[in-house]
């Protein structure tokens, strides 16, 4: 069982950055895919970015593209989500998940590809 704490969210203005971490704890190893996902009121569960087991410049949503960062830091076990140049758009809970089945596959953006989550944490943007 992998358990997943994300951390960093907060309240920004439009224009401003913000950094996301996921911390994967409980399962001491996870050759996992890990990705990020968020949720608007009302709205369905999005993708906004993954990256494989291997690295690499990761995968993004159309919306998030050129503005939004994902990376990994091994050493630490930590996961990152970048994100710049905010918009009130991006007002979400944002998810950090965890695939273990395709830990090689880059594009795979569905909810249902990912066998982990988290629990959330709220980014606001103001205009």
């Known amino acids: 069982q992998v358990q997943l704490d994300e951390s960093g969210g907060g309240l920004v203005q439009a224009g401003g950055s913000l950094r996301l971490s996921c911390t994967p704890s409980g399962r001491p190893f996870c050759a996992c895919s890990m990705g990020w996902f968020r949720q608007a009121p009302g709205k369905e569960r999005e993708f906004v970015a993954r990256?494989?087991?291997?690295?690499?410049?990761?995968y993004y949503a159309d919306s998030v593209k050129g503005r939004f960062t994902i990376s990994r830091d091994s050493s630490k076990n930590m996961m990152y989500l970048q994100m710049n140049s905010l918009r009130p758009e991006d007002t979400a809970i944002y998810y950090c998940a965890a695939d273990p089945k395709n830990p090689y596959y880059y594009a795979a953006t569905n909810v249902a590809s990912y066998t982990y989550w988290g629990q959330g944490t709220q980014v606001t943007v103001s205009s």
């Open positions: 990256l494989t087991w291997s690295g690499g410049s990761g």
